[in-house]
């Protein structure tokens, strides 16, 4: 049974960081890609950012760029979200992801086949 769990969520005042992580179980970890999304009350879920299984290749959304950086250990079966200079506009809940690749539509949730549970991250101004 696959299992993504998040972590490292709370509530942080506007310009500070989080990071994020996702520890994934029962899936070859190492030939995954993984992403994160998030969502805020009433929006759809947004794209935030994609890492190939390798980690040489990374993809962000444009609001993201610059700010945030994913990164994973293989070693670990974890992937983080380095969130910097947060801003209330931020507040939502994250989700990690598994892919079993990195497409052109990296940013599409229909090309993730596992999900985590989420955590809150709330940004306050």
């Known amino acids: 049974q696959v299992q993504l769990v998040e972590s490292g969520g709370g509530l942080v005042q506007a310009g500070d960081s989080l990071r994020l992580s996702c520890v994934a179980s029962?899936?070859?970890?190492?030939?995954?890609?993984m992403g994160w999304f998030r969502q805020a009350p009433g929006k759809e879920r947004e794209f935030v950012a994609a890492?190939?299984?390798?980690?040489?290749?990374?993809y962000y959304g444009d609001s993201m760029k610059g700010r945030f950086t994913i990164s994973r250990d293989n070693a670990k079966n974890t992937v983080y979200i380095q969130m910097n200079s947060l801003k209330p506009e931020d507040t939502a809940i994250y989700y990690c992801?598994?892919?079993?690749?990195?497409?052109?539509?990296?940013?599409?949730?229909?090309?993730?086949?596992?999900w985590g549970q989420g955590t809150q991250v709330t940004v306050s101004s």
């Open positions: 890492i190939s299984w390798s980690g040489r290749v990374t």
């Open positions: 029962g899936l070859i970890f190492s030939r995954n890609a």
């Open positions: 992801a598994s892919a079993r690749q990195i497409t052109d539509t990296y940013y599409d949730t229909r090309q993730y086949n596992y």
